[in-house]
């Protein structure tokens, strides 16, 4: 190999570099730690000073380098963000495949009620469920007490009074659709602060598996008991995966767990499930319009 052609490899390497990692001094190129970079006396052998290395590299384009190396970064950028939406959706899709195979029992679509006057809707809200968070009873001076079994208590006692009320005046009012609003924390996470890990009862997979499970086998209850369920959803913020501006705003396991559980009731005739692609949801009911968001 000639000098020139070394040198001219030489300069190709170190124009790739100040495009990755934008212009920078003799000295921050020195500190720089990137494989297979050419030493400064290397260069100083064939090409010259640094002054002269950066004229070679960048062909007289120096001028042009911040342009390219945004140019590049722009494209790392959009790499990282498409590596991620394709997590996300690889994520969603096992699990909507997997939600697919469990035999979910199909209940039995009532007929509508007549009612003396014009038909009421029943509203109905269900937030920060938290499955998996444990509270300790010996902590609180035996005050409280949470962990999964009474999660899957309240729920029950949750669509029992639901039943309950709609039978003590569906002849009045009809009530013959439920409008379920779910206003996110279903699932309580594992990192939103420092030190959760200590206060749950069930790893954040298995708090999504038995959240999608209970919630399945209710609302399948109640879709014996109304002729006809509509639910609308916004996520919460310990469904997300670290801390706030770490990942995707979607990856949140509150939209996971809607999304398997509108796959687990999507043959269930009378249940019409509605999942926000955004934090906050309007939905108009005659003429009030509700806006649906967790907060955070």
């Known amino acids: 190999m000639t000098k020139q052609n070394e040198a001219n490899e030489l300069a190709m390497r170190v124009r790739e570099i100040l495009l990755e990692y934008g212009d920078m001094s003799a000295e921050a190129y020195d500190r720089l730690d990137v494989p297979n970079k050419p030493g400064r006396m290397r260069l100083m052998k064939h090409i010259g000073g640094w002054r002269d290395v950066k004229k070679m590299a960048m062909e007289d384009q120096t001028a ?7 140019k590049k970064q722009n494209e790392r950028l959009l790499s990282q963000l498409d590596r991620q939406r394709n997590v996300n959706h690889i994520i969603i899709e096992n699990c909507l495949a997997a939600i697919s195979k469990c035999s979910f029992r199909q209940a039995k679509i009532p007929p509508p009620e007549k009612s003396t006057v014009h ?17 300790d009873p010996a902590w609180v001076q035996g005050v409280a007490v949470y962990n999964m079994d009474v999660f899957r208590q309240r729920l029950e006692l949750w669509a029992q009074k639901v039943a309950m009320f709609r039978e003590q005046d569906k002849a009045a009012l ?9 206003l996110g924390d279903h699932i309580t996470g594992e990192t939103i602060y420092r030190g959760q890990a200590w206060n749950i009862d069930a790893p954040l997979i298995d708090q999504l598996l038995v959240c999608v499970n209970e919630y399945t086998n209710t609302l399948l209850y109640l879709a014996g008991i109304f002729p006809e369920i ?9 469904g997300r995966h670290g801390k706030k501006g770490e990942g ?8 996971l767990f809607y999304k398997m559980l509108q796959k687990a009731l999507e043959r269930q005739e009378n249940v019409r499930m509605f999942v926000s692609e955004s934090p906050t949801m309007l939905v108009q009911f005659d003429q009030y319009n509700f806006a649906l968001n967790h907060n955070d």
């Open 119 to 135: 038909p009421q809707r029943f509203h109905a809200m269900k937030s920060d469920d938290h499955v998996g968070e444990l509270v």
């Open 64 to 70: 042009g380098l911040c342009t390219e190396y945004l």
């Open 248 to 255: 995707h705003p979607r990856t949140n396991f509150d939209y």
């Open 174 to 182: 009809g009530l013959n659709v439920l409008e379920l609003h779910m």
């Open 230 to 238: 509509e639910i609308f959803t916004v996520i919460g913020n310990h």
